[in-house]
């Protein structure tokens, strides 16, 4: 009997995707193709003029910040990850799905939720079989700091290839506002990208970058480098 039992694990591991054997005996493998999974996450969808893919807002794994920041967490070791037990969503097949249809605006239909569930197990395999920390969200700021009026030529540079490397490729690709020459005022730009409510209404939204995603320095250096643009255009 035990033989058999060797052998058939054996033999399913040469027919199914590559996942942890210890992993494997914390949970049962997810459905989907983690070999599917890993095409999905490097297309790119395009929908008119918008383009759409899971690197425009998440590493694979969290690099040495140098010009590159990503408003999403990193990939790897991910499917473990606690949030997803203890927060909104219960499962990472539940994130990745409402990411695709929230964010990649693809239609919530039989062939999403497909592909949703191949990334999920692409995201499995290569995640380690242990339970990792949800993924800090420090929350709106109370007030806006002092520092974002600051301004100065050096600021700007510094802003403008932060700007270019974080925030342009949505920006000036038609699928949100393009900023560059824009009367903005330095607090809604705060504002806005923090989730604090704006300056004539009271509603929240969720952060575009949280604190722990984007530091307050180097979101002065981006406001820095749009006020300086508004002067230019």
Wanted: aromatic share 10%; net charge positive; with cysteine.
């Amino acid at each position: 009997m035990f033989c058999c039992l060797v052998l058939l694990f054996l033999v399913n591991s040469l027919f199914s995707d590559p996942f942890d054997s210890t992993a494997f005996l914390l949970t049962p493998l997810p459905e989907g193709s983690a070999s599917l999974g890993k095409i999905q996450v490097q297309r790119t969808f395009y929908r008119g003029s918008k383009r759409f893919e899971c690197g425009k807002c998440h590493a694979r794994s969290e690099p040495p910040y140098q010009r590159r920041r990503y408003p999403g967490p990193p990939l790897f070791d991910s499917y473990y990850r606690s949030s997803f037990a203890n927060q909104k969503f219960q499962q990472a097949k539940d994130a990745v799905l409402h990411c695709m249809l929230q964010y990649q605006n693809l239609p919530d239909d039989e062939v999403t939720k497909r592909d949703s569930l191949n990334v999920s197990a692409w995201l499995r395999s290569v995640s380690s079989p242990k339970t990792t920390a949800p993924w800090p969200y420090l929350g709106p700021p109370k007030k806006i700091p002092d520092g974002i009026f600051s301004d100065d030529e050096h600021l700007s540079i510094e802003g403008q290839v932060l700007y270019q490397n974080s925030c342009q490729d949505c920006h000036e690709s038609q699928q949100s506002l393009n900023l560059l020459g824009k009367s903005l005022s330095r607090e809604d730009i705060y504002r806005r990208l923090r989730g604090m409510p704006g300056l004539w209404q009271n509603n929240q939204k969720k952060a575009i970058y949280d604190l722990s995603r984007l530091s307050d320095q180097d979101l002065t250096t981006i406001i820095s480098f749009l006020m300086h643009s508004q002067r230019k255009l």
